[in-house]
């Protein structure tokens, strides 16, 4: 096993600590960077226009390739409502990165739960066949040889970490707050989605075109889709350059200056998901509902087609749930704790 090397490590924390700048606060710099060398950019306080309330007709014209059904399971995108943010706060600038996760594994101890349960997690076999499956996913696993150490592509230590859990990501929160005395938390699903829009109602930040996408995000493209030619079709008709993850920042930020919002990697978000939860919520910073099942993602990833890498797109999974897709990126409030 791979895991026992990290405990050595636990006494290499305190001087972490000790190499802080000082607390940035409302009128800090616009990009801080944290401990484990993650950027962080400020989103200003301010209120958007949250889900997406486009009929199936509008969706069939853009996406002629998919099937109707698709159009009609989209309800839990409204209605669209306004929602206020009240606080600025740091957004990662990126993705969580498989060399910052590593960092965190191995100052903090911490096991990923992919390793803690020894069921391991998903990923990329050229010789899995997804037809041997029952339901027919598009990776292998679970399997203790997949993990974020594996996802069963190359990844650089400045990829997207994956194969991380909701919990692996709580923790990881826990632990940068414990160690650095800030307030770091999954962002809520608002504020990704505000973040994400960034002052924009399209479908993208670029507009509505999925074409345009292949400047912004690593989704699945015509790089990716000879590695699965059954989905050849519903690729992007460019090509953004990675068939799998692509290094963080590898495509124009937002207007927010955020890379990778839309692809690359899922997003974990705080919220449990509520399908009719839109339509309750409260207008200022909405928590999502008490409780739930599933936890919110966020984003699509670089296998995601374009349909379902828009910014008010929701998906979920169990808090438990590990896959070569989903990922994370970090809030640290601005203010004192
Ligand atoms: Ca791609
Ligand atoms: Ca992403």
Redesign the pocket.
Known sequence: MTHGFALILLGALAPLASTLAAPPESSGPTVWTNTLGMAFVKVPAGSFWMGSAESPEALARAFPLLERQRFTLLTDEAPVHRVRIRRAFYLGQHEVTVGQFRRFIEASGYRPESEADGTGGYGYNPDYDPATTARGDAFEGRNPSYSWRNPGFAQGDDHPVVNVTWNDARALAAWLSRTEGQRYRLPTEAEWEYACRAGTRTRYPHGDAPAGLEQEA????Q??APYWPRWQQHALAGS?G??FTAPVGSYAPNAFGLHDMLGNAWEWVSDWHGDRYYARSPSTDPQGPADGNVRVRRGGS?HTWAFYARCSYRNWNSPTTRYTLVGMRLVREIGPR
């Open positions: 690593n989704v699945f493209d790089a990716a953004d990675h068939a670089w």
